[in-house]
């Protein structure tokens, strides 16, 4: 049986055609955490043959979604940061884990850490969000 925090991000992940695109595999979520893994292909390198920075950062981002919704209370970016710290190549497994640092009635923040394969940093990643007070399931 699927807590409540399993059962939002599995709703979000059926809506969620981007991430799914990516490949996003979910491999953990609790209360205000999750952790998401997901394989470089070759259509997402840029043209100086490294991956584009923003699949890094979709993947930080769909990490940061999860965790901060999970408690079936919708919530949307307000503010996001990224440092890319790290090269990310084709074939590389990345992993991004989020954490709650603050979780108030109206604002939430996150810091996520992208890995690779390695567990090299390859990003790090902190997000703030509105809490909306709507429900998602």
Same mark, same amino acid.
Not at 61 to 82: E, G
Not at 86 to 114: F, P, Q, W
């Given at each position: 049986?699927?807590?409540?925090?399993?059962? $939002?991000?599995?709703?979000?992940?059926? /809506?969620?055609?981007?991430?799914?695109?990516?490949? $996003?595999?979910?491999?953990?979520?609790?209360?205000?955490? =999750?952790?998401?893994?997901?394989?470089? !292909?070759?259509?997402?390198?840029?043209?100086?043959?490294?991956?584009?920075?923003?699949?890094?950062?979709?993947?930080?981002? =769909? @990490?940061?979604?999860?965790?901060?919704?999970? !408690? /079936?209370?919708?919530? $949307?970016?307000?503010?996001? #940061?990224?440092?890319? *710290?790290? @090269?990310?190549?084709?074939?590389?497994?990345?992993? @991004?884990?989020?954490?709650?640092?603050?979780?108030? !009635?109206? *604002?939430? $923040?996150?810091?996520?850490?992208? #890995?690779?394969?390695?567990?090299?940093?390859? @990003?790090?990643?902190?997000?703030?969000?509105? !809490? *909306?007070?709507?429900?998602?399931?």
């Amino acid at each position: 049986m699927q807590t409540l925090h399993e059962s $939002v991000v599995s709703h979000m992940m059926q /809506n969620d055609y981007f991430s799914q695109w990516m490949g $996003v595999e979910v491999l953990q979520v609790k209360e205000g955490y =999750s952790r998401i893994k997901m394989t470089i !292909r070759k259509e997402m390198v840029n043209g100086f043959g490294i991956v584009h920075g923003g699949l890094p950062f979709s993947l930080a981002d =769909s @990490a940061f979604a999860f965790a901060c919704n999970n !408690r /079936n209370n919708l919530s $949307v970016a307000l503010d996001v #940061t990224i440092t890319f *710290t790290k @090269a990310v190549n084709v074939g590389d497994e990345l992993t @991004a884990e989020a954490k709650e640092v603050h979780n108030g !009635r109206s *604002t939430g $923040v996150y810091l996520i850490t992208v #890995t690779n394969q390695k567990n090299e940093h390859v @990003a790090l990643f902190k997000g703030t969000c509105f !809490r *909306t007070g709507k429900t998602l399931v």
